[in-house]
């Protein structure tokens, strides 16, 4: 086995970018903060391709049946409680959290670069530069811990730093309030993960993630019918993995608790790149995928996380054809794609998620440094401020272009293959989920290409070309490169829950329908958008009803906000207000008003007159002599 | 020559403890209080004297708590002069009733 021990340099390094540059960024290093975040993050991403080479493809690599046991790095005991528990502080060596570290640390490194110019005059550069290395150090920690509690740890850190950098423009009521929402969904989901934890841990009787998964799917043990433990009919480990799931899917933005990811492109663009499309969401996927043994053992609770990846998918489809915020329409995409990663998994296809969770990472950050690219010129996020910008920013548009033929699936685009995967794992799981993703891969094409034509058709083009800087074009061209060509990696062979090759059947029939759908939307969409008309209007006012629904998110934000500020706030805020200020605060005022009455009603004996207190001595005296008298006689 | 009763010379030292608490709140004056304790002190010593002559009158005790109480009496109006002295050069005056401002 390879030594791996310098992987604990690919988390620790960001953190130390972060420590120098939080400390001393805005005093004295205000001009290299960027450089010193990037050179950092450089270093790691270089530590990090080397060691998914190693694992992968290099001498010594182990075959596909011995990686599907992972072994455990950098064992340091933090909390022994006793004997029998204690919280370990451990690095896990598995074929997603190699393939993790390599993805987040390229993303990474991808948007530092992309940030030298983007963010290029900021006041709070070096805040911004520390608060990415922050992120980063949490994001590769959380892939990378062999613990359950560490994997805690660390996510509640990534959704710190992400509360962090949604409200980096502190100056913005908006992006202030997109930030508390965001931290508030999530950890009201983490809530869930955390009592998760407990329940499993309690049941395994260890929080370290390799034995965990090892003890509760002991062949004598039934998984899902413990006697022993169970409430409301349903067994303790099913519960456990629900609940755990409900962290995930609010770190991942599933629906019902994807309210948060909407607002949060309220950061700056390049963050929204990073955290919120190619890692930190996908963070949910992740923890399905490390426990996936267990989900996969308990046939309920992978209805559950089947159900709600269909759903978030379609749902978030539907909204991302009527928006018209170009940032807002890719996290809806960015919704829906995760929703097919958790579908994919929900049908146990594992292979199949995790390729698309590294294809995706490709092109969905690379659409958002496109946005970026093209915010900055025309200084708006609305679509209908755009239009005719091929000519103007020819890069952006290839870039653009091929970003959003992978995300449609079309052959040879990495998005075709993983998406394929996906398709064909949900087929043989359940058909209806299968016309699910099946109906939602032609919305994708037909929204993506309603993005992509407002922004560079629609208008003629005007003007002249738009400069773009030398480090703003290198993360897209490599990003473009990765979008195109990730597709070719074979990930069948790479990993596997169970160490078995799986039978790859990309190039079958199987293809045809979905790319014929793709085809199909991206075709709607050129008649619709291609140019400027009133075709989409006319469609709108056509389908009134449902546009309007789906314009308006289909009113989930409202209901949110009905159930918290109506009943929520009026049935338990307002009663629980009521007793912390009348009684609970009412006691306090209480013995307080008492004792300041009783102090005013004797300090009328301190009166500062000896004589006063010659008297008082002398009663004193007499009161005693008086008792002693009455006791001993 | 018969003696003395007991009981006559404890009647003389009530009478010149009451007297002196008399003085003591009666008194404004800070240096007739300081006599009038001077009394109640005095009260006390008779009673040892007499009580030591009359019970024991082969023992000392009460003698030497005497002696110990004259002592501690002089140097309590030493301690309580050098306060009047400084209470004069804040007020002006020796009056307890013009020093009562250490009250709440």
Redesign the interface.
């Known amino acids: 086995m390879p030594n791996y021990a310098y992987i604990a340099l690919i988390p620790l390094l960001p953190l130390a970018g972060f420590v120098v540059l939080g400390l001393f960024g805005r005093r004295y290093l205000q001009r290299f903060s960027g450089v010193i975040g990037t050179a950092v993050v450089f270093v790691s991403t270089g530590l990090a391709l080397w060691a998914a080479y190693q694992y992968f493809f290099g001498t010594g690599s182990t075959s596909l049946a011995l990686r599907s046991h992972p072994f455990i790095m950098l064992k340091a005991n933090w909390l022994p409680f006793s004997p029998h528990l204690s919280i370990d502080l451990s690095a896990i060596i598995d074929p997603i959290s190699v393939m993790m570290i390599a993805v987040v640390s390229l993303v990474s490194l991808m948007v530092h670069i992309f940030s030298l110019g983007y963010m290029k005059g900021e006041e709070r550069f070096a805040t911004y530069y520390a608060f990415l290395g922050l992120f980063a150090f949490s994001m590769l920690g959380l892939v990378l811990s062999g613990n359950l509690f560490e994997t805690y740890i660390f996510w509640e850190l990534v959704g710190c730093s992400s509360f962090l950098l949604i409200g980096y423009y502190y100056d913005r009521p908006t992006a202030v309030a997109a930030a508390k929402k965001a931290f508030i969904v999530t950890r009201f989901a983490d809530l869930g993960f955390l009592i998760g934890i407990l329940i499993l841990s309690f049941q395994a009787e260890t929080l370290d993630i390799r034995t965990l998964v090892q003890r509760l799917t002991e062949p004598g043990l039934q998984l899902t019918s413990i006697t022993g433990a169970s409430f409301l009919g349903i067994s303790a480990v099913s519960w456990g993995l629900s609940l755990v799931f409900i962290g995930g899917a609010g770190k991942s933005a599933m629906f019902p608790l994807h309210i948060w990811l909407p607002d949060a492109m309220e950061g700056p663009t390049p963050v929204s790149a990073l955290i919120h499309a190619a890692t930190m969401v996908v963070a949910g996927v992740y923890l399905v995928a490390r426990l996936f043994v267990l989900y996969g053992a308990d046939p309920g609770v992978l209805h559950i996380v089947l159900y709600v990846g269909a759903i978030s998918a379609l749902l978030a489809a539907v909204i991302a054809c009527t928006q018209t915020d170009i940032k807002r329409v890719l996290a809806y995409s960015t919704m829906s794609q995760i929703g097919y990663m958790m579908f994919a998994l929900g049908s146990l296809g594992y292979t199949a998620s995790m390729f698309h969770l590294f294809t995706h990472a490709f092109f969905k950050a690379l659409l958002f440094l496109c946005a970026g690219v093209i915010i900055h010129q025309v200084h708006s996020n609305e679509m209908q401020r755009m239009g005719g910008l091929r000519k103007t920013m020819p890069l952006t548009h290839a870039c653009f272009l091929v970003a959003c033929l992978a995300i449609s699936g079309i052959p040879p685009f990495s998005g075709f293959f993983s998406k394929e995967e996906i398709l064909l794992a949900a087929y043989r799981a359940n058909k209806l989920v299968y016309f699910i993703g099946l109906f939602t891969s032609g919305l994708t094409a037909f929204y993506m290409f309603r993005l992509y034509f407002s922004i560079f058709w629609n208008k003629p083009p005007e003007g002249h070309p738009h400069k773009i800087l030398l480090v703003e074009s290198i993360p897209l061209v490599i990003l473009a490169l990765g979008a195109t060509f990730a597709g070719f990696i074979p990930f069948s062979r790479l990993m596997n829950p169970d160490g078995a090759p799986e039978v790859g059947s990309v190039f079958s029939s199987m293809a045809i329908a979905p790319v014929a759908l793709a085809l199909l939307g991206i075709g709607i969409a050129a008649y619709l958008y291609r140019k400027e008309s009133d075709r989409p209007a006319k469609l709108a006012s056509a389908a009134r009803g449902f546009y309007t629904f789906a314009y308006h998110k289909f009113y989930i934000d409202e209901v949110y906000l009905f159930v918290t500020k109506k009943i929520i706030f009026n049935l338990i805020g307002r009663p629980a207000a009521w007793i912390d200020r009348n009684i609970v605060d009412g006691l306090m005022n209480l013995i307080a008003t008492v004792t300041a009455r009783i102090s005013a009603g004797i ?2 004996f ?6 006063d207190y ?2 008082y001595f ?1 009663a004193g005296i007499a009161g005693l002599a008086v008792l002693f008298i009455y006791i001993y006689t | 020559m018969s003696q003395v009763p007991l009981s006559h010379i404890l009647i003389v030292s009530t009478a010149l403890f009451f007297i002196g ?1 008399y003085g ?2 009666t008194r404004r004056n800070m240096i007739t ?1 300081l006599i009038s304790v001077e009394l109640i002190l005095n009260s006390v010593n008779i009673n040892f004297i007499a009580f030591n002559k009359y019970l024991y009158p082969d023992r000392l005790d009460g003698v030497f708590f005497t002696l110990f109480i004259i002592a501690i009496a002089a140097a309590e109006a030493a301690v309580a002069i050098a306060i009047f002295i400084n209470l004069y050069r804040n007020f002006h005056s020796i009056d ?2 013009a ?6």
């Open positions: 300090k009328g301190q009166s500062g007159k000896v004589q010659v008297l002398f | 608490m003591l709140f209080m307890v009733e020093a009562d401002e250490l009250k709440f």
